[in-house]
């Protein structure tokens, strides 16, 4: 998994899961009185909160993040993972808060006497890491603060012109030695004209636009995960450009950029705003 794609909601719902494991190890009741000896159970000791408050928070934190590192979103009974996430870190926090008000389960209620034990240091801790997990997962799409990149991009030493790639692999032009910007690489097998690539002589498709005659490709990262629609037009995504990863602007068509992505694929970013560039 990529971790430069997650964003600062992700790094929130993560910092949360990694509150209520160790919450989940802490004392499950507290007691008046109780002499210091007494070894209270922790919140492992009492199987509804394991399911419903520690298990599912768990399980909530991983579909989030799994569901951000995936190219194109995942369904699963009709909803993306992300939603089931965010749908999971509910029923927990809810879990969660109604174990707070009743920690003993309703033993408490036996016979003539209400008295019981209350919640613990634990149980405390996990509503509160289950009630910032629940926000954080239902707040990350409509804040644009906690959709930025939770780790940001490399900046690359410099761009290559078009066609060519990084010794280190698409995606990290920082790695390897550099053609200087705007220079051009030797002569290539097969080449027509000597100190260019094969590629920079293609003639475009009838109908395609043609590249800005002032333009050079950069390498360019975008601020928050935005789509990647067809050449031709088309209103489906093709792919999903996340924050982090840094990737080949090799044409200009107006304010769009034509992007290329890791697997070869080309596409259009219409919304170019915010992108930082190598």
Known sequence: MNIRSLTRGDGVVIGAAVLLFIASFLDLYSIDGAPDGLDLPSLWGSGPVVLSVVLAGLIAAALVVVARS?????KVAGLELGQLGAAFALFAAWSALGNIFDPAGGVDNIGDSSDGPSAG?????????TVVMAAAALA???VP????ALLP???PAQPQPYG???QGGYGYPGAGAQSPYGGQPGPQPGSPYPGQPQQAHQTPAPGQAQPAADF???WFAVPVPRPLFAEDGSPTPIAELAPGTWYLAVEQRGPALVAQTQDGR?????????IQRG
């Not at 240091?121 to 890491?129: D, F, P, R, S």
């Not at 603060?145 to 930025?148: C, N």
């Not at 080309?266 to 915010?274: A, E, N």
């Open 140 to 142: 990350t799409p409509l």
């Open 70 to 74: 995936q190219p194109q979103p995942r």
């Open 216 to 218: 050079s490709p950069f």
């Open 266 to 274: 080309r596409g259009v970013l219409q919304d170019t705003s915010g």
């Open 164 to 166: 060519g790639q990084p």
């Open 145 to 148: 603060a906690l959709r930025g």
């Open 153 to 155: 991009a490399p900046r």
């Open 121 to 129: 240091t634990g149980l405390i801790l996990a509503l509160i890491a």
